[in-house]
């Protein structure tokens, strides 16, 4: 079964830093693109950081200067780091991927099931 196995959410007081990694496991030939969504209650669903499989990375302009993202192609994981939180990044972070699953299969994505983080004010 491949999945994608997010870690690292947390309660944390503004101002903070946190560290989210998602590991992705089973059976992958490749993976594209990965990424962090986030969906906070009663909001829609945003895409917070996108890195390619060459490294070259965007972000939300609400994260930009706080957020970093990057990926260990060895380990098939990903990482956003989180630094300077405010109570409006409180919400629930997906990360995905863009896997093939054989050499000649169509590339699909992957979603995990996500990892809480709250901020405090």
């Known amino acids: 079964q491949v999945q994608l196995v997010e870690s690292g959410g947390d309660l944390v007081q503004a101002g903070g830093s946190l560290r989210l990694s998602c590991v992705a496991s089973g059976s992958i030939f490749s993976i594209n693109a990965m990424g962090w969504y986030r969906q906070a209650p009663g909001k829609m669903r945003e895409l917070v950081a996108h890195?390619?499989?060459?490294?070259?990375?965007n972000y939300a302009d609400s994260v930009k200067g706080r957020f970093t993202v990057s990926r260990d192609n060895a380990k098939d994981t990903v990482y956003l780091q989180m630094n300077s939180l405010e109570p409006e990044d409180t919400a629930v972070y997906h990360c995905?991927?863009?896997?093939?699953?054989?050499?000649?299969?169509?590339?699909?994505?992957?979603w995990g099931q996500g990892t809480q983080v709250t901020v405090s004010s």
């Open positions: 890195i390619t499989n060459g490294g070259t990375a």
């Open positions: 995905y991927a863009n896997v093939r699953r054989r050499l000649k299969s169509v590339p699909y994505d992957l």
